[in-house]
């Protein structure tokens, strides 16, 4: 762990302690890494792994001992000099700067082998994991950062925000919360956008459940996501098979309701003369059908200008403005395609 190679559990901001009222690093479950303690863990790897008296100098060059960055620049400095010596570290840095080639997560097995030594796996996957989010790849954003304490990375605060906004968007609301909530702990020490955005994300997802409306819209919006993409394939698939099993439930349920509240309703009313209305007709005719064009399967689903102004609506009334902007969003692709 980061701590262990640095300076104990010891790595809050000195300078930020005064600021927040004497909090120290024992009022909260996690530490603010300090830049000292992480250029000084960063550079006796450098030693551990004998490197070169000209890598050093390197190294010295790119993370001079005057320079204290914060925030990810912490993260992108300690990698840059990783780099210096560990060539799949530089592919790792170039692929964070959106000049490389994709990771295949969750099958980057150097980041994940208990052999590759755990100060440079764990900040190189806290370094992707960043490139992963700005990709909108959440699954794999989860993945690259399973595992990962606060105390193994140079950039906790960076660690617990993006696992937040990972499980915010493939709607976990128990796990966001929780991790929102840890995150703020020190709020006082940790960026104001992540303090605004954490907030915004756990009040957005509480009270979130299961197979309501809600959930489901945010379950379709997550697959559409993935055919953008280009993850169409047997996961996708399966998530959009569950989007569909909640839909019929939620139909079963409503159906349900609606038959208690109008049991008579549901049956249908009973017809005066049943017998009479049952008998064939005696009439004769031609047996032909007349056929008319009904348009062909691109234009299945659209309704007229009018009626779909009426359905626009009465969804403006009944539900939501999201569900509004996703019916909306729908008949511009319909639209689209006719073009």
């Known amino acids: 762990m980061l701590v262990c190679l ?15 009222g004497g909090l120290t690093a024992t009022t909260a479950s996690w530490d603010v890494a300090e830049p000292r303690a992480v250029r000084a863990a960063t550079f006796a790897f450098l030693a551990e792994r004998k490197a070169t008296a000209e890598a050093l100098a390197t190294a010295a060059e790119v993370w001079p001992a005057d320079a204290l960055p914060t925030d990810a620049a912490l993260v992108d400095r300690a990698a840059t000099v990783l780099a ?7 592919d790792v840095v170039s692929y964070a700067k959106g000049a490389g080639p994709a990771i295949p ?4 097995a150097w ?6 030594p755990a100060f440079l796996r764990s900040n190189l996957r806290l370094l992707a994991a960043r490139r992963l989010a700005e990709e909108r790849r959440f699954e794999d954003l989860l993945e690259a ?6 105390g193994d990375v140079a950039d906790p605060a960076a ?11 493939l709607v976990r609301p128990e796990a966001c919360a929780a991790t929102a909530a840890t995150l703020l702990e020190n709020e006082a020490l940790i960026p104001a956008r992540y303090a605004a955005v954490a907030k915004l994300m756990r009040a957005d997802i509480e009270g979130v459940e299961h197979g309501s409306l809600d959930d489901i819209a945010r379950r379709m919006d997550h697959v559409g996501r993935r055919i953008e993409l280009g993850q169409a394939g047997p996961r996708t698939n399966e998530l959009a098979a569950e989007v569909v099993n909640s839909l019929d439930d939620l139909i079963k349920k409503a159906e349900s309701e609606r038959e208690k509240q109008n049991p008579q309703a549901s049956r249908g009313a009973p017809s005066g003369r049943p017998a009479q209305e049952s008998r064939p007709l005696e009439g004769k005719g031609e047996g032909k059908v007349e056929h008319k064009q009904i348009g062909t399967g691109r234009d299945w689903g659209n309704l007229p200008a009018k009626l779909r102004d009426a359905a626009l609506q009465q969804i403006g009334k009944d539900f939501p403005a999201h569900y509004r902007e996703i019916i909306e969003e729908y008949f511009r692709r319909l639209a689209a395609e006719e073009e």
């Open 145 to 150: 950062l399973k595992g990962l304490d606060v």
């Open 105 to 108: 997560w969750p099958h980057a």
């Open 6 to 20: 640095a300076a104990g559990r010891d790595l809050v901001h000195a300078d930020n302690r005064d600021l927040v």
């Open 111 to 116: 980041l994940t082998d208990e052999k590759t």
């Open 159 to 169: 660690l617990l925000f993006m696992r937040a906004v990972a499980e915010h968007q």
């Open 84 to 90: 210096v010596i560990e060539p799949k570290a530089a």
